[in-house]
């Protein structure tokens, strides 16, 4: 089955500095790949999200990036800042509509003033 | 809408005791699923649903039980509670068609097993 690596495990940065959060995934059917948010205490939600046949995807200061050759999907966050902090899930999925996603082990990120 | 709602918020169980968490959603989805996250382990799928009376087992389902009798409805049951389902216990839900993969999450439910 499917299988997703997530690194790092901690990410502690200045505020207005990037962050980059790296995925590899095992399974080459995989075509789904969304990131998902959580703050602390609170439920996990979809940030933003790229499908196999796209490259790199961007919303304003997040992208996304995707090799398939490689299998790997990057995080970008761009002029981070303190409300960015948070933990940060990468998953993958070979289906479309119904999820049965992989999730990474996650990140967590830390945004210092 | 409420969107995705779990209850309880928190609960702790006896080894052995049984209990069911209770998840709704008003948002018309046709799937819902069932997560557990671990301390540093991400979510694991327990079951899913593509549809009331329709349901299937995820990655960890063993402990476990679903039941989706309504597209509303998707309730997680404990048979035997054991240390080892210590968790905190997501239900979720998405549309699923036309390209609408997002999930909708629901607040969680913080289960020990003491």
């Known amino acids: 089955g499917e299988n997703v690596e997530q690194h790092p495990s901690t990410l502690s940065v200045q505020e207005g500095d990037s962050a980059v959060i790296k995925c590899t995934y095992s399974?080459?059917?995989?075509?789904?790949f969304p990131w998902y948010k959580q703050e602390l205490g609170k439920r996990p939600q979809l940030i933003i999200d790229?499908?196999?046949?796209?490259g790199e995807k961007k919303d304003q200061r997040i992208a996304v990036t995707l090799n398939k050759t490689a299998k790997h999907f990057s995080l970008h966050i761009t002029e981070t800042q303190p409300e960015d902090s948070a933990v940060y899930f990468c998953?993958?999925?070979?289906?479309?509509?119904?999820?049965?996603?992989?999730f990474g082990t996650g990140t967590r990120l830390l945004v210092s003033p | 809408n409420a969107g995705v709602t779990q209850t309880p918020k928190f609960r702790i169980l006896k080894i052995g005791q049984s209990m069911t968490l209770q998840c709704t959603q008003d948002?018309?989805?046709?799937?819902m699923y069932w997560y557990r996250q671990d301390p540093g382990m991400g979510l694991k799928l327990i079951y899913y649903s593509v549809g009331a009376g329709i349901t299937d087992k995820g990655e960890v389902p063993n402990g476990y039980n679903v039941s989706r009798s309504t597209t509303e409805d998707f309730p997680l049951r404990l048979e035997l509670a054991a240390p080892s389902q210590t968790s905190v216990y997501f239900c979720?839900?998405?549309?699923?068609?036309?390209?609408?993969?997002?999930?909708?999450f629901g607040s969680g439910t913080q289960l020990s097993v003491l």
């Open positions: 979720a839900s998405s549309y699923g068609q036309g390209g609408t993969e997002k999930l909708f």
């Open positions: 948002m018309n989805h046709n799937y």
């Open positions: 399974d080459s059917a995989s075509n789904y």
């Open positions: 790229i499908r196999s046949n796209v």
């Open positions: 998953a993958a999925s070979m289906n479309t509509g119904f999820q049965k996603l992989v």
